[in-house]
Nanobody, 120 residues
Framework: QVQLVESGGGLVQAGGSLRLSCAASGSIFSIDAMAWYRQAPGKQRELVASIISGGSTNYADSVKGRFTISRDNAKNTVYLQMNSLKPEDTAVYYC??????????????WGKGTLVTVSS
């Protein structure tokens, strides 16, 4: 069974930085893509950043130039470096991965989320 565990959330002041980590574990054959989503109170979950097998990345317009997604394939881990944080970035951040196992192919997996709170 595959599990995604996020870490690194917390409380920071506007202008500060945080780095989120998401480690995938289990009987993983391949990870085709990983992404970070976030959900603010009362709002729909939105895509923040993604990275695919070839290394290409995409970012939401609201975080371009401030956030960087990266991965360590040897550790099955994806990171989200968040700089110049704004109060609008306050949300629960969720790790998402497209993973194939010996019995499942290209299935979506989700972490339980980590809370990021940015104070003004």
């Amino acid at each position: 069974q595959v599990q995604l565990v996020e870490s690194g959330g917390g409380l920071v002041q506007a202008g500060g930085s945080l780095r989120l980590s998401c480690a995938a574990s289990g009987s993983i054959f391949s990870i085709d893509a990983m992404a970070w989503y976030r959900q603010a109170p009362g709002k729909q979950r939105e895509l923040v950043a993604s990275i695919i097998s070839g290394g290409s990345t995409n970012y939401a317009d609201s975080v371009k130039g401030r956030f960087t997604i990266s991965r360590d394939n040897a550790k099955n881990t994806v990171y989200l470096q968040m700089n110049s944080l704004k109060p609008e970035d306050t949300a629960v951040y969720y790790c998402n991965a497209l993973i194939s196992t010996r019995i499942d192919h290209g299935m979506d997996y989700w972490g339980k989320g980590t809370l990021v709170t940015v104070s003004s």
